[in-house]
């Protein structure tokens, strides 16, 4: 069991696993983002791509994640989330210490629904709301 980070050079052999990964994530809210508009920013490095690899099932997991750098803080933001298990503890952990490894000293994701209540018991703390306002 191990968590990788995906290089912008090992795409080819790897989208094609983690993009329907993903795609059950953005099928969620298709108006937000695209599988072309995720692969692209992998590719160009302003989101990484991590995927749990399980012992004889391969990758079975994607996330992708971008860092967003404070006065006081570097957060890490889950943008994306998709598989199977994604979510056990041993998985979430390995997640968090990539994080810290990249200098995150937080983590966030957007949840709304029933995610509210799942990410929760993995120990994130409903802090803010997010109000938005077409432009």
């Given amino acids: 069991m191990a968590l990788h980070?995906?290089?912008p050079s090992q795409l080819p052999q790897v989208w094609?696993?983690?993009?329907p990964l993903l795609q059950k994530a953005?099928?969620?809210?298709?108006e937000m983002i695209t599988i072309e508009q995720?692969?692209?920013s992998v590719r160009t490095g302003r989101v990484f791509l991590l995927v749990w690899?399980?012992?004889?099932?391969?990758?079975t997991g994607a996330v992708t994640v971008e860092f967003m750098?404070?006065?006081r803080e570097r957060v890490a933001h889950v943008n994306l989330m998709g598989g199977k298990g994604i979510v056990r503890d041993y998985v979430f952990e390995a997640a968090k210490d990539w994080m810290r490894s990249c200098g995150a000293t937080k983590a966030?994701?957007?949840?709304r629904g029933t995610l509210v209540q799942m990410y929760e018991k993995m120990g994130l703390e409903n802090t803010h709301q997010?109000?938005?306002i077409e432009l």
């Fill in 5 to 7: 980070q995906i290089h």
């Fill in 26 to 30: 953005i099928d969620l809210e298709p």
């Fill in 108 to 111: 966030q994701c957007w949840a």
């Fill in 53 to 59: 690899d399980e012992p004889n099932e391969g990758i």
């Fill in 130 to 132: 997010v109000m938005r």
């Fill in 38 to 40: 995720v692969e692209y």
């Fill in 69 to 71: 750098d404070y006065p």
């Fill in 16 to 19: 094609p696993i983690a993009a």
